[in-house]
C-alpha cells in the first residue's frame, strides 16, 4: 500500500468536496482535526482556507504521541517537523483532545466496517483514545486504499465511516 500511495495519484479535490458535504451536515463539529499530507496522501491543506467557520487543528508529533494545534494560515503556520510531514508551529497552543470534535484520520489503508491500518507508531490509536466518546472519528482515503480486512488489533481505535467510499457512508 505504500508503494501504490506513491504510484497513484489520488483525486483530493473529491476528497475535499465529500469533506465539506459532512461539514455542511455536521454544523455543530466545530474543531476539526486534519493532518498534512505525506506523499500521496490526501491534501486536506485547503480545507483551512475553504472553511474558516470551524477550527482546524493540525497534528505535531512530540516523542511518542501526537498534540494538535490551531492553523489559520497554512503558508505560516506550519514548519517542517517529524518524518518529513509539515507541522504546525510550536508557538502555536496546544488544543486538548477532548475539545476536538471530529477526527479527519490518514492511514494507509481503511476497511468498509471501520478498520484503520496506519503506519506502524500507535499515533494516532493513542490520541483517538483520549478523545470525548462523541468524538467522530472519519478515515479519509482514496478509494483504492479501501481493502476488505485491516486485521485490527486490539489497541487500534475503529473509525466510525470512512471518507473515500462511494457513495460516502460517514455518520
Known sequence: MRRRLRETPGDSAALR??????LADHPDARVIAAFAA???EPDLLPLV???PERIWVFPTVRGEHLTFHPVTDT???FEAGAFGIREPSPSLPETPAREI?????????????????G???GFYDRMLALARPDTV???VCFPFQIVENTFAEAHD???????GLTPNPAP
Open 17 to 22: 468536496e465529500a469533506i465539506g458535504r459532512w
Open 38 to 40: 505525506l506523499p500521496g
Open 49 to 51: 482556507a475553504l472553511h
Open 75 to 77: 503558508a505560516r503556520d
Open 101 to 117: 470534535d471530529a477526527f479527519l484520520c490518514p492511514g494507509l489503508a481503511f476497511s468498509p466496517t471501520g478498520g484503520r491500518l
Open 119 to 121: 503506519r506502524g507508531r
Open 137 to 139: 472519528k472519519l478515515g
Open 157 to 163: 481505535i475503529p473509525m466510525d465511516g470512512i471518507l
